[in-house]
C-alpha cells in the first residue's frame, strides 16, 4: 500500500491566525485525496475530495472559504484552516487514492490541531 | 440519504471471537470497507466486500448481505492489541457515479479483556 505523511503531527495556535497541513504520498501516485475532520469519540467526516490539477469538491456544511485546499502535485495536498477558531479544533486525516487503488484508500497518520 | 449504524461499545475477552455488526442505508451502495483504528492514529484498512458472502483474511472475516444493508466483522482469536476502535464504512457512487466517496459509522469501541 502507499505511504502517507502528514505534516505537522500535531498543531497548536492562537484563535483567528491560519494553520496549513500538508498531505503527503511517498511512494504513490495519489490522483485522489480526501481531507476528513474528527471530532472527539465521533467517526470520520468528509471534508472535501480534490483531484490532481483541479478544484476541491467540498461536502455539504463545509465552507470553501475557511478550508482551503490546494491538490497541485499527485503527491502532495495541502488543507489551510483560515482564521481558525476553538470550534475548528480537531483531527484532520488525509487519505489518498490512486488509479490502481480502486478498493482501497491510504490514510495518513493525522494532524491534532488545538485551536486557544 | 445516506446512514450507517453500528454498536458503540463491545467487550470481549481475549482469545474469544467476536462480531460487530454493521447496518446501512444508502442511494448508490458501490462497497463496504472495514477499518481498524486505534486512539489518536488513522485508520488502517481490514477487509473489502462488494459481493454477498464472506471474505476471510487470517484472524478476520467480514461477511456482506446487500439486499439487508448489513455487513458483519468477525474477530477470532482475540488478542489485547486487538482493542481499538472499528469503522464501517460504505463507499456511495455518489451522483452520476462521479464521488465514489466513503461514508463512515461512528465506530464501534472494542475493549478485549484478559
Known amino acids: ?116 | 440519504g445516506q446512514n450507517i449504524d453500528q454498536p458503540t461499545e463491545m467487550t470481549a475477552t481475549e482469545g474469544a471471537i467476536v462480531q460487530i455488526n454493521c447496518t446501512y442505508q444508502t442511494s448508490g451502495f458501490n462497497g463496504l470497507f472495514w477499518y481498524q483504528q486505534h486512539a489518536g492514529e488513522a485508520p488502517t484498512f481490514l477487509s473489502y466486500n462488494v459481493l454477498d458472502g464472506l471474505e476471510e483474511k487470517g484472524r478476520f472475516s467480514s461477511f456482506l448481505s446487500r439486499s439487508k444493508g448489513y455487513s458483519y466483522l468477525l474477530l477470532k482469536e482475540l488478542q489485547m492489541k486487538d482493542s481499538a476502535s472499528y469503522l464501517c464504512a460504505v463507499r456511495d457512487r455518489g451522483y452520476g457515479g462521479a464521488t465514489n466517496k466513503l461514508i463512515f459509522g461512528t465506530g464501534t469501541l472494542l475493549a478485549v479483556q484478559p
Request: hydrophobic residues 35%; contains cysteine; charged residues 20%.
Open chain 1, 1 to 116: 500500500g502507499a505511504v502517507v505523511s502528514q505534516h505537522p503531527s500535531w498543531v497548536i495556535c492562537k484563535s483567528g491566525t491560519s494553520v496549513k497541513i500538508e498531505c503527503r504520498s511517498l511512494d504513490f501516485q495519489a490522483t485522489t485525496m480526501f481531507w476528513y475532520r474528527q471530532f472527539p469519540k465521533q467517526s470520520l467526516m468528509l471534508m472535501a475530495t480534490s483531484n490532481e490539477g483541479s478544484k476541491a469538491t467540498y461536502e455539504q456544511g463545509v465552507e470553501k472559504d475557511k478550508f482551503l485546499i490546494n491538490h497541485a502535485s499527485l503527491t502532495l495536498s495541502t488543507l489551510t484552516v483560515t482564521s481558525a477558531h476553538p470550534e475548528d479544533s480537531s483531527f484532520y486525516i488525509c487519505s489518498v487514492k490512486g488509479r490502481e487503488s480502486y478498493n482501497e484508500q491510504f490514510f495518513g497518520p493525522g494532524t491534532r490541531l488545538t485551536v486557544l
